[in-house]
């Protein structure tokens, strides 16, 4: 009962504190239960040690704002590509305020892409395809993929939460898109723990275009300083190399170009090729 009613409460300093202290029972026990989120969605949720549950679990919603901030960015029919989608807390209520769109979500770790699919059945998303593979630069490599059993908002091809390895086949963008039959997209969101510049590294064709769609990522520097196969800042440089503009958030969803290469610290980035862009 205490949860559902931390749900009715907006958003107030000090609000996820006060819940770990009343709900820490919750904390440790709680697994594999439904909660009813805000814009009429449910989730099938893990666990409430991880940071994406428990937000759910006390708010009915993950990152609201990040949420809201696609809402308007897409155009009516247009195709929004979810990468690093986890249990479906970004799709799931954008397309519950966007019926008219479609969405691709991919998914790497096999047990948290279950979690995906029963999620997206459960909210009827049918204009929502799920794909279970490691977005790469190369298609049809057997990879190793690191996802720790309680922590299911954590996934990486680098052993930096867990020994835990799982074999998973890759894809690049490029192809994905082509075996799905897509030849536009809107908006990509994408969350792969550093190795963003592999997967922008196989979308070449689609982001090398005019009309390329716009991006929302994160940059952190120790990700991408465990990332094989790369240096600190290349995925903003390949996005650069391509002709996008980076920008970064500031307070109140202010977006301010960035200038230099990023190299330090953690950062939420906005990339687009858009003459004008929306403050």
């Known amino acids: 009962m205490i949860d559902k009613l931390f749900r009715k409460l907006p958003i107030f300093k000090g609000k996820q504190?006060?819940?770990r202290f009343l709900l820490s029972s919750?904390?440790?026990n709680k697994k594999d239960f439904w909660v009813k989120g805000k814009k009429d969605c449910e989730y099938l949720i893990p666990n409430l040690i991880e940071n994406i549950g428990f937000e759910i679990f006390i708010n009915g919603i993950f990152e609201e704002e990040t949420s809201n901030f696609f809402v308007d960015r897409i155009r009516q029919n247009g195709v929004f590509l979810d990468l690093g989608a986890n249990i479906g807390t970004v799709s799931i209520p954008l397309i519950k305020e966007r019926p008219d769109i479609k969405i691709v979500c991919v998914e790497a770790a096999p047990w948290i892409f279950s979690y995906l699919q029963k999620n997206l059945a459960r909210n009827n998303m049918h204009n929502v395809i799920a794909v279970n593979k490691v977005l790469f630069y190369s298609d049809n490599e057997i990879v190793n993929f690191y996802s720790p059993n309680d922590q299911f908002g954590k996934g990486s091809l680098s052993p930096v939460f867990t020994d835990k390895v799982v074999k998973v086949k890759s894809i690049k963008i490029d192809?994905?898109?082509t075996d799905l039959k897509i030849e536009n997209v809107d908006l990509i969101?994408?969350?792969v723990e550093g190795y963003e510049y592999h997967v922008f590294k196989g979308a070449t064709e689609l982001l090398s275009r005019h009309d390329a769609p716009d991006i929302l990522f994160e940059f952190v520097d120790w990700a991408e300083e465990n990332a094989?196969?790369?240096e600190i800042g290349d995925s903003q440089r390949i996005l650069k190399d391509m002709g996008y503009k980076i920008f970064y958030f500031k307070e109140k969803g202010e977006l301010m170009e960035v200038s230099d290469i990023l190299l330090q610290g953690f950062f939420m980035l906005f990339?687009?090729?858009k003459q004008s862009r929306d403050k």
Do not use: H, Q
Request: without cysteine; proline residues 0%.
């Open 26 to 28: 919750s904390i440790t």
């Open 175 to 177: 192809s994905l898109l």
């Open 17 to 19: 504190r006060l819940a």
């Open 228 to 230: 094989k196969g790369i």
């Open 271 to 273: 990339a687009t090729k």
């Open 189 to 191: 969101k994408i969350d």
